[in-house]
């Protein structure tokens, strides 16, 4: 099929002679509005449960992790190279050194050939950075901040904890150490209307940003915001605007950026709502037509 737009795993397979895949792990990390340092109860969207795999316990080593995930995937693809994806809460929230031992214990297992770090952009410092920078010339590395919102008074209400320019200073300051830099959004927060998402693109796009991760609001069990929608429901968008919405988005973005993903999957035991029932392949085939039939591309 026709692509309207840099697809991360076209892209991941230009970096690598082999099949490459993510194996998540959680590493026992908290966050600071989490624990106190910069705020209590975290984001209100935020439950880990939703994106934590089968394999991913906290409970055992990185290196147990890492090969609970290599028997998973190696039934299906036996010849399987890996990247060690430290996902759950702020994977660069520790002390440096903690930090380092991770990452390298990751490294040291057979077929891992890289690693994705998912963090916050208040949770950098330079000496890591210099790490990340040296880390970079000798294995593959993205480095991911939760970016969620360029809108200041959103970022509030969500108890993120910090503002754009502390994400926009982060991502500027690893873009130019020559390191890969990922960043993740979501389309439909409270007070965010289409209008509101689209003005956001250009903002988004201007950032030295290699790949992008992009998803719509979801309401999970458990979290501040599902009492929220309860008590006061708020627009979610269907299936048919969210594909509008995205098409409209990514043709504000410039051409190279790496699109990752567009939606989410919570497990559905945890899910209240919007309930598409669409897997993500199904959704990217639905907008891949959507993007033909209206000649939407890149710009």
Not at 187 to 202: I, K, V, Y
Not at 263 to 282: D, F, H, M, R, T
Request: with cysteine; glycine share 6%; aromatic share 12%.
């Amino acid at each position: 099929m026709e692509q309207y737009y840099r697809d991360f795993g076209n892209w991941l397979r230009e970096q690598f002679p082999f099949k490459v895949q993510k194996i998540s792990i959680n590493a026992g990390f908290t966050c600071p509005n989490r624990d106190g340092r910069v705020g209590r109860g975290g984001c209100i969207y935020c439950n880990n449960q939703t994106f934590n795999p089968t394999y991913c316990d906290k409970q055992k080593s990185v290196t147990e992790q890492l090969e609970d995930g290599k028997r998973f995937f190696a039934r299906k693809y036996p010849d399987m190279k890996y990247l060690a994806y430290f996902q759950a809460y702020t994977n660069t929230y520790g002390t440096n050194s903690h930090l380092k031992a991770l990452y390298e214990e990751a490294l040291a297992v057979e077929d891992v050939v890289g690693l994705v770090i998912g963090t916050r952009p208040d949770c950098i410092n330079d000496d890591l950075l210099d790490y990340f920078e040296e880390l970079n010339q000798r294995t593959f590395l993205i480095v991911e901040y939760g970016v969620e919102t360029c809108n200041d008074a959103t970022l509030r209400l969500i108890n993120r904890g910090h503002d754009f320019d502390c994400a926009k200073q982060a991502i500027e300051r690893t873009a130019s150490r020559s390191i890969r830099v990922g960043a993740h959004i979501i389309l439909g927060l409270p007070g965010e209307d289409e209008n509101e998402s689209l003005r956001q693109a250009p903002i988004i796009s201007s950032l030295p940003l290699t790949t992008l991760k992009i998803h719509q609001m979801q309401i999970i069990r458990g979290t501040k915001l599902a009492k929220m929608y309860e008590e006061h429901p708020f627009h979610l968008y269907s299936v048919d605007e969210y594909i509008h919405l995205i098409a409209e988005y990514i043709s504000r973005l410039r051409a190279d950026l790496i699109l990752e993903r567009f939606v989410s999957q919570s497990p559905p035991e945890l899910l209240i709502a919007p309930k598409w029932g669409l897997k993500n392949y199904e959704f990217t085939h639905r907008l891949n037509n959507y993007m033909k039939e209206h000649c939407i591309k890149k710009s």
